[in-house]
């Protein structure tokens, strides 16, 4: 999977004013989970800061990344958990990142990508994309820049399950009863469909 490298710092500054005050210097307050835990067997939250412009390289982009995340100038492999934005004006306004390990599985969304064409496409149907993304559970080492799928076979009026996807070395962890993808019958195609059996 492709990597990305993001500059932050120790957060000093707490509160909603602080919060405030920070985006409006252009600095996005957020949290570091790293590996270590504390006495209650949670993660310990580090609070950092990371320029909107920094962050803009991880968020407009189509691609999914791990996250070289240098705090003060120390590096941890990290990934994006979580992203609040404002609903008005859908600018981020907290981040959460976490620390990832090449022994622990972690849960990531990775893009799905739909491969070839499909029957039902040649019959006049139209190719839909229900989800654009699957999580998945593995180390990050095993995570693709894409999860493929083969749809060359898929028939008009047909449908692709979570449950019908395997790749080696992932869980899915999204629910197998999740449509993926489907050829929905498109008016064409049923005129077409209706004229061939009249013809029958």
């Given amino acids: 999977m492709k990597e990305i490298t993001l500059n932050a710092q120790t957060r000093t500054e707490y509160g909603k004013k602080a919060s405030r005050d920070l ?14 835990k504390d006495e209650n067997g949670l993660p310990v939250a580090k609070p950092i800061k990371i320029s909107e ?27 994006l958990k979580d992203l609040q934005c404002d609903f008005v004006t ?17 849960v990531f969304e990775i893009p799905v990508k739909l491969n070839g064409l499909a029957e039902g496409v040649r019959a006049g149907g139209k190719l839909t994309l229900n989800v654009r993304k699957l999580a998945v559970k593995a180390p990050y080492t095993k995570f ?19 449950e019908a996807l395997s790749y080696e070395g992932l869980e899915i962890i999204t ?3 999740v ?6 019958m498109t008016r064409a195609a049923r005129a077409a469909q209706a004229e061939a059996e009249a013809n029958q």
């Fill in 23 to 36: 985006r409006r210097a252009g600095q996005i307050p957020a949290v570091f989970y790293g590996v270590e």
């Fill in 53 to 79: 412009k920094e962050l803009a390289k991880l968020l407009y982009t189509p691609n999914v990344y791990i996250v070289n995340l240098v705090v003060d100038g120390k590096a941890v492999k990290a990934i």
């Fill in 90 to 106: 859908d600018r981020p306004v907290h981040v959460d990142f976490y620390q990832i390990t090449e022994d622990k599985p972690v």
């Fill in 144 to 162: 693709p820049d894409t999860l493929d799928i083969d749809v060359t076979n898929l028939g008009l009026g047909k449908a692709m399950k979570v």
């Fill in 175 to 177: 629910s197998k009863e």
């Fill in 179 to 184: 449509v993926v993808c489907a050829v929905r």
